[in-house]
């Protein structure tokens, strides 16, 4: 069984920061990219960010220059730094990753369950 769990979510004004993480754990091989994406209300679900296990970083254009992602290898964790948000930013972050376990050596993208950012005065 495999779990990952976003935390770092809120309330937070025009121009603030926040920071999001996920921590996959469970019966876990090894973990090739990993990756955010949101879903703000009355939209599709969209890529925002990913990260290769090397390190290899992609963003969307929408938040080049604001967001940041990063993994810590030895932790199963990955995370999303987003400076100046904005209220177009809002949404449900979820985080993704490519897992094989333990059992199953074949990759299989597992999801979380969610986090609210909401970018308000």
């Known amino acids: 069984q495999v779990q990952l769990v976003e935390s770092g979510g809120g309330l937070v004004q025009p121009g603030g920061s926040l920071r999001l993480s996920c921590a996959a754990s469970?019966?876990?091989?090894?973990?090739?990219?990993m990756g955010w994406y949101r879903q703000a209300p009355g939209k599709q679900r969209e890529w925002v960010a990913d990260i290769t296990s090397g390190g290899n970083t992609d963003h969307a254009d929408s938040v080049k220059g604001r967001f940041t992602i990063s993994r810590d290898n030895a932790k199963k964790t990955v995370y999303l730094q987003m400076n100046s948000l904005e209220p177009e930013d809002t949404a449900i972050y979820y985080c993704s990753a490519q897992i094989q376990t333990m059992v199953a050596r074949r990759w299989v993208d597992y999801w979380g369950q969610g986090t609210q950012v909401t970018v308000s005065s």
């Open positions: 469970g019966s876990i091989f090894s973990i090739n990219a």
